[in-house]
């Protein structure tokens, strides 16, 4: 099982987290092309090795940022996302 | 009969005889004997039957490689299937059924099956089972198949049993290896685990001789475990470490006389693996038969339970460790032969057929023998460190995989890195773990030569005891182009079940390699996963199980709804009442109640967040399809939220309680799912000082009242609030009351009737349903399960969300399109509404079915059928059917294909192999002009 750190509330087993998709997987805006809706819609990075990711603290709600290697599993700590205060 | 049991020796208590049955005979054993030794002892050769030809097969080891022996036990009440024998200690009044038997190992009916072996033989069902189908064989096959067969008589399994630990050292091995290990690790004040499979910690040094810093290794031993036990060290015997997982995580299964088996979640810092090493087979013919057995295991029953197992012993080998157990067997009475290979004999076929009765040397010699036993090598034992998916080398001298380098946290010694002479495991010791010294111990060095299966050699050379694969299987995998070692596995079982190929792999890998050209190591391993050995589910499970699973949810009316004798449904995770009263029939009679008079439900589970601040409005113009900002204070809107595909997530209705507050109320099942929703969109796209979300639906109950008697049954109620509908319009809200007593009038119909739905604190419900429920009965009415208001929104054409729509349904799918052309700003799913795909003309809609053949309710998922092509292709399906309540025929909501072109048209159902006829109207039976909500 792996820990994961969350930047609220430290490290937590991985049960308490939901994936929340890939960083950067920006929403383009309603007059895009099919092709780049689909590309926001259905394609993921899925990369060997580096991943930079969208993650959920389902105790406390909040998305954060990591990065994580998807073939040693090592995961670095939770970056918080610099919403607007 | 020829094992037998020596008068004095081992570590059994000969004062305490104990006896158990196997296959319904009583065996005798002693104190510190296992399952396997207190048989062997008995005399009884034959103890299973292999998995696919059915062959008599005797015990091959004495621990956790065991692949043919295994037993389901009952012990009292309790019952564990697929025992490994060799594990478990002998225990008064178990009884033992042996596996792939039928009805006993002695006696097996489907021994014949061995004659067909030619006709059988790899990936023979692959090529076979296919016509008709596999599944006209499944069941028979099934049977036959699989290890042992669970006693449904028997209690259930008790709940398994699991800790979670932190400690600085897991020694994964208490030999003698692993216990020097630990006991270095503990001097230097770590905190360490030790856990071996075995019944006591020692491994070889239980039945091998070894000088240790110049004292015996039994003395040595004691002295150890004294040590082991100051320094605090947790000692965990009969535990296995079966699998290391990501993060360090590594996991032990500890088998205990007195309850279930208990998992360990252990966090190390370090794993030091110290597994050992598994002694492989010889190949020649009949190598399986009963009496031909390893010769480690000999030594292990010999020496640890005073087993001597034949009496005229041929020990076939291809190597030096067999000098010892040559010398043991003669000292304990038996004549021995050696066939030495590094002398350039070999043995080439075993004689016999129920049991071993001799041996052929290649050179054609006739050995007579009542047991052969045999040592093709050792194999480290390297499954964790490849687990942790460290690199494996192959070390061309000992002729074994052994791990190239440590891993980050995990360091593998003695035999299981390929030391497997005591001296030479303990002199590699310091470098590997940072030590300052090690003990000295005097021991034979080791010395081996390679015997593999060699192509076309005669016979029927076994290779995998527990799946039943011969050299022949391996050739044809390879003549076939099976030639991958992961297709060799999958093509031939090779390596399958639950010993996992420990004793086979490498003979396997090796007769690949000769067939194709290539070195062990360019032929490869197959990759290890866990578990290391089979592990019980309940082990796995721990505590999560039944209601454990999923804890049910109540209602705050919980015990109101008991005391009317509600019928409880699970609906989403809720308790809640189905219908009132045992009888089914209610749910009509609770529907035409509701129509005729009014109908008190409790609609608590459903979702209740809210959304504060002042972005509120633009934040929820965003999530929802329909436009939000436009609605006044105190008014309520219906509407969708869909996901980014397009699809209609969830419905529901959004009150405007003032400038910047609202109450998103969505589907009860679907409360988490949308708050999850609000919270993503929320963090990714809006300033978090702007808007806060809260799920109120928990703290908040809701009690619905609907009918033509509904405000009548608020104001005989007691709520006196100005309900005319001039100042209390459909589609309002009102607070009644101030304070934490404050009651929130929600006027909207989820039946078509006229409806408040009155939400309160919850822990202030029961005694509101209580002036509400004297008060409906007043008018006639009473409370209503969810079934009824399920009949009464499908006669309105209100829909369920995952009931009637699907993974495909967009909104204007349900003939909602008008957002869609009229929303200005951008929402969730909008450009999806726009592809290709949406905009569909022959998409699934929403329509209403009525019979057209008078033979009662349509049924649930019954598909519309297009006749006019060859073969009937669906045109869509039923996903809701009721009988009707206030219209007198049934009535059913459907996704028809041009559904909403349609009305009008009659079409075919097909459900089951039977045929019906449905006329399709619009999705609304019931005052489509909406005169009752005003009624």
């Known amino acids: 099982m792996q820990i994961f750190s969350c930047p609220f509330c430290g490290p937590r087993p991985e049960p308490e ?17 099919a092709e780049a809706w689909a590309e926001y819609l259905h394609f993921r990075n899925n990369p060997r090795g580096t991943a930079e990711e969208i993650w959920l603290h389902v105790p406390c709600g909040e998305l954060f940022a990591m990065r994580r290697d998807t073939v040693t599993m090592a995961a670095d700590p939770g970056r918080a996302l610099g919403g607007q205060p | 009969m020829t094992a037998r049991r020596l008068p004095q020796g081992g570590e059994i208590d000969r004062s305490r005889p104990l006896s158990f049955t196997f296959d319904g005979r009583p065996v005798q054993g002693f104190h510190g004997d296992t399952l396997a030794s207190a048989l062997l002892a008995s005399g009884e050769r034959i103890l299973g039957r292999s998995f696919k030809y059915r062959r008599p097969r005797g015990l091959w080891g004495a621990g956790t490689e065991e692949p043919n022996v295994y037993a389901d036990v009952t012990d009292g009440s309790r019952f564990r299937p697929n025992l490994r024998v060799t594990l478990e200690p002998a225990r008064d009044g178990l009884a033992l059924r042996s596996a792939n038997t039928s009805p006993s190992a002695r006696a097996d009916r489907t021994g014949f099956l061995d004659l067909f072996a030619r006709f059988l033989p790899s990936a023979f069902y692959y090529k076979t089972f296919f016509r008709p189908n596999w599944h006209f064989y499944e069941p028979a096959i099934r049977r036959m198949a699989g290890l042992g067969r669970i006693n449904t008589a028997a209690h259930p399994a008790p709940d398994g049993d699991q800790l979670n630990h932190h400690c600085d050292a897991v020694v994964v091995g208490a030999g003698p290896v692993g216990i020097v290990a630990a006991l270095a690790l503990a001097r230097a004040g770590e905190s360490v685990v030790l856990a ?4 006591r910690i020692g491994g070889s040094l239980l039945f091998r001789a070894a000088r240790i810093d110049g004292q015996a290794g039994a003395d040595w031993l004691a002295g150890a475990e004294a040590e082991l036990a100051r320094l605090g060290v947790t000692v965990l015997p009969r535990t296995t470490a079966f699998g290391v997982y990501d993060h360090g995580v590594i996991a032990l299964n500890q088998r205990r006389d007195d309850g279930p088996d208990r998992l360990w979640r252990v966090r190390p810092r370090r794993i030091v693996l ?10 020649f013919d009949a190598n399986d038969l009963p009496g031909v057995m390893s010769a480690q295991a000999a030594l292990s029953y010999l020496r640890r ?15 030096s460790s067999t000098d010892e157990v040559a010398a043991a067997m ?10 030495d290979a590094r ?16 041996v052929v040397l290649e050179d054609g010699t006739r050995i007579g023998c009542d047991c052969v036993l045999v040592s093709g090598g050792f194999a480290a034992t390297i499954h964790l460190h490849a687990q942790a998916k460290g690199r494996l080398h192959w070390d061309d001298r000992r002729l074994s995989f052994v791990p190239e380098a440590p891993l980050p946290g995990l360091v593998t010694v003695g035999a299981a890195a390929g030391h497997f002479s005591l001296a030479e495991a303990f002199a590699a010791l310091p470098a590997a773990l940072g030590l300052a010294g090690a003990p000295v111990a005097e021991t034979a060095p080791y010395d081996v030569t390679p015997v593999w299966p ?6 029927r050379v076994w290779i995998d005891l527990q799946h ?5 299987d391996v050739e044809l995998a390879a003549r076939e182009n099976m030639v991958s070692v992961e297709h060799l596995k999958r093509y031939t079982t090779l390596g399958m079940a639950t010993d996992q190929g420990k004793t086979s792999n490498l003979a396997g890998l090796a007769l690949m390699g000769q067939l194709t050209g290539r070195s062990i190591p360019e032929v490869g391993t197959t990759t290890y996963r866990p578990p290391f050995a089979p592990v019980p589910y309940t082990s796995l499970a721990g505590l999560r199980g039944g209601p454990r699973m999923n804890p049910v949810r109540r209602l705050a009316c919980d015990g109101r709804h008991r005391a009317e004798g509600a019928c409880f449904g699970d609906y989403g995770g809720w308790l809640r009442p189905a219908h009132y009263g045992t009888d089914e029939s209610a749910i009509l009679a609770e529907a035409k109640m509701a129509r005729a008079s009014v109908g008190l439900f409790d609609a608590s589970p459903l979702g209740k967040i809210e959304v504060i601040g002042p972005d509120a409005a633009t934040f929820l113009d965003f999530i929802h399809y329909n436009t939000v900002s436009t609605l006044k204070p105190g008014h309520c809107r219906y509407g969708f939220i869909l996901a980014e595909s397009g699809v209609v997530y969830d419905d529901g209705v959004l009150v405007r309680l003032d400038d910047h507050r609202f109450v998103v109320s969505c589907s009860s099942a679907h409360v988490a799912g949308v708050h999850g929703l609000l919270e993503e969109w929320r963090q990714d796209r809006f300033p978090a000082a702007r808007i806060a979300i809260h799920d109120a639906t928990a703290e908040t109950a809701t009690l619905t009242v609907s009918g033509p008697k509904a405000r009548e049954t608020l104001a005989a109620a007691g709520i006196n609030a100005d309900l005319s509908d001039a100042a209390f319009p459909h589609m309002t809200v009102r607070w009644h009351g101030h304070g934490e007593g404050a009651l929130r009038l929600t006027r909207v119909s989820f039946t078509g009737d006229r409806s408040y739905e009155v939400s309160v604190r919850q822990d202030l419900a029961p005694a509101l349903w209580d002036r509400l429920v004297a008060a409906a009965r007043d008018q006639g009415g009473g409370p209503i399960g969810i079934e009824a208001l399920m009949i009464l929104r499908a006669e309105k054409g209100f829909i369920v969300i995952g009931k009637d729509t699907d993974g495909m349904t967009r909104p204007m799918d349900l003939g909602v399109s008008g957002p869609l052309a009229a929303k200005k700003v951008d929402f969730l799913g909008r450009r999806s509404l726009h592809t290709q795909e949406a905009q569909r003309a022959d998409r699934n809609q929403l329509v209403g079915l009525v019979p057209a053949d008078g033979l009662g309710p349509l049924p649930v998922g019954a598909h519309g059928i297009d006749l006019s092509a060859a073969t009937p292709r669906s045109i869509g399906y039923v996903t809701s059917s009721h009988p009707g309540a206030a219209v007198g025929h049934p009535i059913a909501l459907g996704l028809i294909e041009r559904g909403a072109t349609r009305h009008g048209q009659e079409i075919t159902l097909h459900h089951l192999g039977k045929r019906r006829r449905a006329t399709i109207c619009p999705p609304c039976f019931l005052d489509p002009k909406g005169e009752r909500l005003h009624a």
Not at chain 2, 196 to 199: A, I, K, L, R, V
Not at chain 2, 305 to 319: D, E, F, H, S, Y
Not at chain 2, 343 to 358: D, I, M, Y
Not at chain 2, 468 to 472: E, G, L, P, Q, S
């Open chain 2, 468 to 472: 039943d694969v011969t050299a022949k």
């Open chain 2, 305 to 319: 339970q005073a087993v001597l197992p034949g009496q005229r012993i041929v020990i076939a080998t291809n190597n």
């Open chain 2, 454 to 459: 060699r192509p076309e050699q005669k016979g």
């Open chain 2, 343 to 358: 002398k350039g004999q070999q043995v080439a076929r075993a004689l016999g057929r129920r049991e071993v009765t001799g």
């Open chain 2, 274 to 283: 110290a597994a050992g090493a598994i002694e492989r087979p010889l190949p």
């Open chain 1, 17 to 33: 987290f939901h994936f929340g998709g890939d960083l950067g997987n920006d929403r383009p805006g309603p007059d895009c092309t």
């Open chain 2, 196 to 199: 071996d499979d075995g019944s």
């Open chain 2, 330 to 339: 003669a000292a304990a009475g038996a004549g021995v032969t050696v066939i």
